[in-house]
């Protein structure tokens, strides 16, 4: 049955030269991306070939595994650490709540990181489960594109396969950048850090953005001393300056050594650990350096520039807005296009490749109002426009409220950390521009804010819902006073 293709609004039938290709699609890369676009167009009818390298917790050039980044070595075990060890803090929250524990508690790192291989594995063999029964065939080995509509395998044992294909589509993620430092072999990065065969006692972690903020709360919950080394004023750039502000108080608040605007300059082995260096002239060992200085597109071995697909200075794969790469028959979705690095924004891209190409339906990624979350202890959480990015982008004055209260929780427990909300609003329109919070569970109501924000919800429609009682949550619709208006002519707040 001829497919049909819908590309720039232009409705076109596939043509009898189709059955001369292995493969209407081949994916190279079976992450989160790769996956959900080969199982939906299998879904529409496509023959559909993929092929991903094999599995272990830890990835090299030629290590990776069915289920990608997210699964096996991102969010998903990250996620699992962080509830170990968030469960430090509560325990000691407990005693106020009436539960006798012992003064000393311990905790069992190998059991932890046992269980959580466990779970990848689990996961890595659903993905698996999920493309056989789509129809997709897998071949476990090393992809590479060797022309418009040409892929080669290179299998375990060395073979090389060679298949045809009408579309081929690109989505082998990223992979975790190391600082050009002496003795930067001496460091790890987040791959390595979520498999340690030991747990630290003392953590440096070089990096401000949000991997490097977590695993500062995962280990100083799971009891290591930590030390966070980030080049800016405050980690988390990007993000929304005050609630940064938040989010380090928290992190001192929770016993981790901030060091803003500081480089590390070397790494040096010693018989006591790894001695390091900063820029300040400050020398101090640790048992573990972790390198959370970003990530770089996966392409540098898919031979894409013999084939004359362009990439950017980084290594991202140049596409579309339908994902669409210089060369028709090549297309690319996810971290390795380097556009918004998250996992269900590849989910969505996956989504739309597989109907703008084989499901007969025009499909553009949006990137509007996309929640995300940042999983310190307490969460982050934010959707649309920072306050920074509303007076940048602003036709009329900009709204600002905000709540800053002790949850109920906290309230008995004792503990000294304070939730804030935050809502920016068109004084023109009324309509919520972005919204933010950080404080326990704000990942889960941040969900719920996003659909209300793509829906174009006002400030007023905010007013006039009825909060769930007692929540931290019904604060959303409660903050009625304007903590700051802020001008069109008000210049924005310098980037810290």
Known sequence: MARKMLVDEELTQTNHEEAHFDFDLFVIGAGSGGVRAARFSANFGAKVGICELPFHPISSEVIGGVGGT?????????????????????????????????????????????????????????????????????????????????????????????????????????????????????????????????????????????????????????????????????????FDDEMRAVVARNLEARGINLHPQTNLTELIKTDNGIKVITDHGEELLAGVVLFATGRLPNSKRLNLEAVGVELDKTGAVKVDEYSRTNIPSIWAVGDVTNRMNLTPVALMEGTCFAKTVFGGESCKPDYSHIPCAVFSIPPLSVVGLSEEQAIEQANSDVLVFTSNFNPMKNTISGRQEKTVMKLVVDAETDKVLGASMCGPDAPEIMQGIAVALKCGATKAQFDSTVGLHPSAAEEFVTMRSVSRRITVSGKPKENL
């Open 70 to 238: 997210c699964v096996i070595r991102g969010c998903v075990p990250k996620k699992i650490l962080v509830y170990g060890a968030a469960f430090g803090g509560e325990l000691e929250d407990a005693r106020n709540y009436g539960w006798e524990l012992n003064e000393k508690l311990n905790f069992n790192w190998k059991k932890l990181l046992h269980k959580k291989t466990d779970e990848i594995i689990r996961l890595n063999g659903i993905y698996k489960r999920l493309l056989s029964n789509a129809g997709v065939k897998l071949f476990e080995g090393e992809g590479k594109i060797v022309g418009p509509n040409e892929v080669e395998v290179t299998q375990l044992d060395g073979t090389k396969l060679s298949y045809s294909a009408k579309h081929i589509l690109i989505a082998t993620g990223s992979r975790a950048h190391r600082p050009a430092i002496p003795g930067q072999e001496l460091g790890i990065t987040s791959d390595e850090a979520l498999s340690l065969e030991d747990l630290p006692k003392r953590a440096v972690i070089f990096g401000g953005g949000y991997i490097a903020v977590e695993f500062a709360s995962i280990w100083r919950g799971l009891g290591a001393e930590v030390d966070l080394f980030f080049r800016r004023e405050l980690p988390l750039r990007g």
